[in-house]
């Protein structure tokens, strides 16, 4: 519903983002609407009015950073006042005078809340991070204001309930029902006495996430490896000892410290030769928090579970996935399961022949050892590097950033969907690095505005993501305003920009994030463009990321920078081939995490309070994937997305959307493959239709057939060992 309660979702970020995300609880708390006005908000901000810039772009040029605070103030304040208005409205509750009129509240809100959630991920700088630091908790009691409002809810429910004699055309109707679903989600249906019971709930639930937060950042710097001893670094390069050096001295330490990273898996096991420094590290980094001391966590997420479990049964679930699967593609944590079970023979199958591999490597060295977790990536890069010998100076000097952009991403757009791009010097942005395209559509009508800002700067927030400046959408009249982030290294003045292939299929992954917010052709703002469920935002992406290893669109952007020579042919096939190593043990750690989180989350409110260790076990023993060499990505009780984040009942998602864009690539290859025909029709049933219908239904009217797994297990690598066993 309210365009800007929605930008949490819109923001959609790469696979394996560090950041935690806001908690996802809706606090049921009492709160004063009585925003006071800002006294110096006027016609001279920039953003009291709509842009008067093509496609109401923001006007950067004339915004400042206190231009801000008192925009975001005035903007609650005046929806607010227009939900109260439609709150208190005497006439009786039609779609018109209460749906409607809720998608046209906040739009002040929104333009600035745009803008500003883009410059902070992006540009930021104290002045704007003082002003969300006071302004978080002000927006999370707005959010509250609208949906623990009564009689709000007491109109939308009268609506609901006469929803099948309203003669609504299908997205009306679909939006009825998706703000009626918010409100019970949030709780809007309880009794006086149950809203009490979640709302100490959910005080206890924030305080326990809080101190989760707290307890896994202080155990894993806790967790880090000392030593001073520079034999137990052997194998590490020059520049990785220095900067162990430097850790420790920012510690105030006369040694060597190898900080923990969030994963299970640290980065530096794949080159420590030294077996009892991986060791350490690695068990370090596992028993991060279960040293019983301040941050053991194991109590913490013990409650977490029972609390959440508790919450579901308040809002009337079996569990707490069953209520939060309800409004996902996936519908059921049954599904989910069913959908996780049919990928392990498969994923552990690949693994089981991926160590045996690393095995020999051992035994040719007569190491004299099984094969541990923390000897995995020290020799899977051995085997790799016997296999392929690929690193990336050989392939960089092909992907020119701005070739990959033009020739590559933008060519698959337009050999697909009939898209041309052209470069606007005249619009204002927040940055120079930044530059911005003209969208038009095959028939030459403006589209959409696209922003790119690829470069890695010191005040941009780590990894890479997509979001909008202005949303599509009819009831409002507006176009699409959408833009690209990432953090490729910024080359020397004058030097051209060289990726990486793994940079340039996060190119392509954002650029199918841009093409469902352009494409975006929807009334309603509150269904348009990626406001989908977290189960399939990531579908248009991951699959955007097959048009770069397409090898016609491959042919057309992977050019010598100097020469425009193609990539030679023996390097496309080592290229290729490493692109599905050590996909067995990628996909069974994230299979065991996944399936941790669904079981922690698939408790019933009944059970007892749980031992983590022994659930952990048990767990993974259900599934199949408690596999001694391939723990989980995460440890139960170091899952930030989860206990501290807002993955709970929802890190299937990414598996889940992988599926999806494997198994629509699968459609696109079965039809003739790059076509004008296939990508217009999939744009019409999918990229365009935002939120404005059941997903599954969406997708199995445009597929023919639900989803299956065939397609991924193939394109991740992971067929050739199921036909094996
Ligand atoms: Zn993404």
Not at 80 to 96: G, K, R, S
Not at 123 to 130: I, M, S
Request: charged share 25%; with cysteine.
């Amino acid at each position: 519903m309210m365009n800007y309660i929605r930008i949490r979702t819109t923001k959609v970020m790469l696979l394996f983002m560090s950041t935690l995300l806001s908690a996802g609880t809706i606090a049921l708390v009492s709160i004063n609407p009585a925003l006071a006005a800002a006294a110096d908000f006027g016609p001279s901000n920039p953003f009291f009015a709509p842009s008067v810039l093509p496609f109401q772009a923001p006007p950067f040029d004339k915004i400042k950073d206190e231009d801000f605070q008192p925009a975001i103030e005035a903007g609650m304040a005046q929806q607010q006042a227009e939900i109260q208005a439609i709150a208190n409205n005497p006439d009786a509750p039609t779609f018109d005078n209460t749906i409607v009129a809720m998608e046209k509240s906040g739009q002040l809100l929104t333009r600035v809340m745009e803008v500003f959630d883009g410059v902070t991920g992006a540009n930021t700088n104290d002045a704007l991070q003082k002003v969300k630091t006071i302004e978080a908790p002000k927006l999370a009691a707005h959010q509250d204001f609208v949906y623990l409002n009564t009689k709000l809810f007491a109109r939308v429910a009268a609506i609901y309930k006469q929803r099948d004699t309203l003669k609504l055309d299908p997205e009306s109707l679909r939006l009825l029902e998706y703000d009626y679903d918010k409100f019970v989600h949030a709780g809007a249906n309880l009794s006086e006495a149950d809203k009490t019971e979640l709302r100490k709930l959910n005080e206890e639930e924030s305080s326990l996430q809080d101190a989760f937060i707290n307890k896994v950042r202080d155990a894993t710097k806790e967790g880090a490896f000392v030593t001073v001893d520079k034999t137990a670094l052997a194998g590490l390069s020059e520049a990785r000892i220095a900067a162990a050096a430097q850790a420790a001295q920012s510690r105030q330490f006369d040694a060597f410290v190898i900080p923990l990273q969030n994963t299970t898996q640290q980065p530096d096991l794949v080159s420590l030769s030294n077996r009892g420094t991986r060791q350490t590290i690695f068990e370090r980094s596992w028993n991060r928090t279960e040293r019983g001391n301040a941050n053991d966590t194991r109590d913490t997420i013990a409650r977490l579970a029972q609390i959440r479990a508790q919450k579901g049964k308040l809002i009337g679930f079996s569990s707490f996935a069953a209520w939060q699967l309800e409004d996902q593609m996936a519908k059921t944590p049954q599904a989910a399961l069913q959908f996780m079970d049919a990928i392990v023979p498969a994923a552990t199958a690949k693994a089981a022949s991926e160590a045996k591999d690393n095995q020999a490597v051992i035994d040719a060295q007569k190491g004299g050892f099984q094969l541990q977790p923390w000897d995995w990536n020290f020799y899977a890069e051995q085997v790799r590097k016997a296999r392929y010998d690929l690193d990336d100076t050989q392939v960089k000097p092909y992907f020119e950033l701005n070739n990959v952009l033009q020739n590559g991403v933008f060519y698959a757009a337009n050999q697909l969907y009939g898209l041309t791009f052209k470069e606007r010097h005249d619009l204002p942005v927040y940055q120079p690095d930044v530059r911005v395209f003209e969208v038009f559509d095959a028939d030459g009508k403006h589209l959409a505005l696209f922003y790119c800002d690829y470069f890695k700067r010191d005040n941009k927030n780590g990894g890479a993501w997509m979001s909008v400046f202005v949303d599509q959408s009819h009831l409002l009249g507006k176009l699409p305003v959408v833009y690209n982030v990432a953090n490729f290294s910024k080359p020397a003045e004058g030097e051209p920009a060289l990726i990486s292939f793994t940079d340039v299929i996060t190119m392509f992954h954002e650029f199918g994030h841009a093409l469902h917010g352009m494409f975006a052709d929807t009334e309603y703002p509150a269904l348009s463009g990626t406001a989908t469920a977290r189960d399939f935002v990531e579908f248009p992406s991951q699959f955007n990321e097959h048009w770069a290893r397409d090898p016609l669109i491959f042919a057309h952007y992977a050019k010598h920078y100097k020469t425009g020579a193609p990539m030679p042919e023996e390097l496309v096939a080592r290229l290729r081939k490493s692109d599905t190593f050590n996909k067995g043990y990628d996909m069974t750690e994230l299979l065991a995490a996944a399936e941790l989180d669904m079981q922690w989350h698939s408790l019933p409110a009944t059970a007892p309070l749980q031992n983590p260790d022994e659930f952990e076990k048990q767990a993974l023993d259900k599934t199949h994937l408690n596999v001694s060499y391939v723990p989980p990505r995460y440890r139960s009780t170091y899952f930030a997305h989860i206990w501290g984040g807002d993955y709970c009942a929802g890190y299937y998602a990414y598996l889940w959307t992988e599926m999806l864009a494997d198994d629509a690539f699968q459609w696109f290859v079965d039809h003739g493959g790059l076509t004008r025909a296939n990508g217009d029709r999939f744009r019409q049933m999918v990229l365009s239709r935002g939120n404005t219908q059941d997903l599954g239904k969406m997708y199995d009217a445009w597929r023919g057939a639900p989803p299956n797994t065939k397609a991924m297990l193939k394109y991740r690598g992971l067929e050739e060992s199921t036909s094996a066993k």
